[in-house]
């Protein structure tokens, strides 16, 4: 990868919509450069995909929350990561260091549903504890770090 595939990503990460054409206009390069290497990219899976970023405030989800999880042993891994991947309003989920195991995003359209969400994963046969903290807002929002 070089400057040239950095400011590339630089204009998608922006804008992952943007046209070839705008990005090869911004970067100096023929549309088709840019589109061979976009596509050199997917194919080496430096871009593993796009997605779509939602306002979650205009669509209802107005409750946010990191939970911290424990799980008692690594035996319980698998069955949770598998709870984990069933709730579709858990966003992310890191396996960490420190004093729990998880760090999960959540987020839901109420107190009600972020408490069914609480519930479901408290009860969960080795889950051993929990820290959860409303998000009050955000302040940064990255989702990925282009090198220098």
Known sequence: MDALD????????????????????QVNLSVSS???????????????GYTLLLNDKRIGNTVSAIMEVSIESPRYQ????????????IVTCY????DYDYVIHIVTNSTDGLDEIYRALKSFDGVSDTK?????RTTKQEFSVIPE
């Open 95 to 98: 396996c960490v260091t420190g």
């Open 132 to 136: 959860t903290s409303l998000i009050l």
């Open 6 to 25: 950095r400011k590339i990503l630089a204009c998608l990460k922006k804008n992952a919509r943007e046209k070839a054409s705008a990005i090869a206009e």
């Open 34 to 48: 840019v589109t061979e290497r976009i596509k050199k990219m997917e194919k080496d899976n430096v871009i593993s």
């Open 78 to 89: 698998e069955a949770f990561l598998s709870l984990v991947d069933s709730i579709p309003n």
